[in-house]
């Protein structure tokens, strides 16, 4: 069963900075395939932030977060990070990171929530002004 555990939520001021983690269970619920970041704010859908391809590294961003976030990987840890930058009241939500069962390729199709079979549990963000 595919494990994802977010982490490095917290609470900042606007204009700071946080980096989100997820960890996979294992090389098995890492390698080749999609793994996203979503958000959920109050009374609001879900949301793409970003998402990588962790076969090549190939990466997608939605508008949500576009220019202040980067998505990166660790294979040697199994974890997928999200670097947000300039951080704005706005961006206070519940952020998930998700994974995909094993594929060939990437594309923008990682950044659909449908594309997804696995969800870790969330890491809140909050951003005060």
């Known amino acids: 069963q595919v494990q994802l555990v977010e982490s490095g939520g917290g609470s900042v001021q606007a204009g700071g900075s946080l980096r989100l983690s997820c960890a996979a269970s294992?090389?098995?619920?890492?390698?080749?395939?999609?793994i996203g970041w979503f958000r959920q704010a109050p009374g609001k859908e879900r949301e793409a932030v970003a998402s990588?391809?962790?076969?090549?590294?190939?990466?997608n961003y939605a508008d949500s977060m576009k220019g202040r976030v980067s998505i990166s990987q660790d294979n040697a840890k199994k974890t997928v990070y999200l670097q947000m930058n300039s951080l704005k009241p706005e961006d206070t939500a519940i952020y998930y990171c998700a994974a995909d069962t094993p594929s060939s390729y990437g594309g923008t199709r990682c950044l659909s929530a449908g594309a997804y079979t696995y969800w870790g549990p969330g890491t809140q963000v909050t951003v005060s002004s």
């Open positions: 990588i391809y962790t076969g090549e590294g190939s990466t």
């Open positions: 294992s090389q098995n619920t890492y390698s080749r395939r999609c």
